[in-house]
């Protein structure tokens, strides 16, 4: 065997085993990694989320903390038949299967009550209407408030004895009362309103444009034409009989006429 086919041989052995030596580090990596992954990720390890509403946030953590679970307050609602702070969801939900370090965002109950805007109904909807849309805004409602007016109609919304403004916000869940017309309407007040100052009388005194009313007309008065006898006059006294009393005329005075100095008091005779 010459030297250079036994150079060629070592070299070819040399070659084989670095090859060999890689794949032998490449499988030790794969495996290194992925039990490092499933170290990381607890693949395999799952609890269950445990049942928490209604408890309070410091209580609930205790639980958490004991399966490996991690918990975080992230937003409030508000439920009034609910302790104020407890918790009322959670995500993941209760029951759930999770693995170990996983962050459960809770939802707790506010402590006061969040305000919102009455919807408008006053004056302008049925009780109907607005019982519908006070609930869906979330309040509660009594039994309504009778008021003279048109039956079945809002008048007014009532919160603690007091009636709302338009535009106003109170807390959720509160109660409210609906003022609603009972069907007894005073005519009399709106015929004296609309009337007021518009009427017009003729010549006669009579109505030139009457507001018609429900009232039945009473009847126009005809005005009655008394006739007076003629007086007689007085027969003349006996002493006065035939003699006829005679009215003077006063005459105009006539203005003096001023006399000729040239002329004599006898009128033929000239100086």
Known sequence: MTLNKLSSLSANR?????IAAMVVVALLLGIIVFKG?????????????????????????KMFRD????????????????????????TPESGEKVKKGRIIFLTINSIDAPLREVPDVTENSSAREAEAQLLTAGFHLTPNQLVKGELDWVYGVLYNGRRIMTGEKIPVGSILTLQIGNGDVDMSENDSAATDGSIMLN??????????TNEPKAAKATPV????????AAPPNKENNGIKKTQTKQQPTK???PKNPHKNDNSNEWF
């Not at 992954?37 to 946030?57: A, F, Q, R, S």
């Not at 399966?67 to 959670?90: F, H």
């Open 14 to 18: 040399f070659f084989w085993i670095n």
């Open 37 to 61: 992954l499933d170290v990381y990720t607890h693949h395999g390890e799952e609890v269950i989320v445990p049942d928490v509403k209604g408890m309070m946030p410091n209580q609930a953590e």
């Open 67 to 90: 399966r490996g679970l991690i918990a975080k307050v992230v937003t409030t609602s508000y439920r009034k038949d609910m302790p104020s702070g407890c918790i009322l969801e959670l």
């Open 203 to 212: 010549e006669e005194g009579e109505e030139s444009n009457p507001t018609p």
């Open 225 to 232: 034409k008394v006739k007076t006898a003629p007086t007689k």
């Open 255 to 257: 203005k003096a006429t």
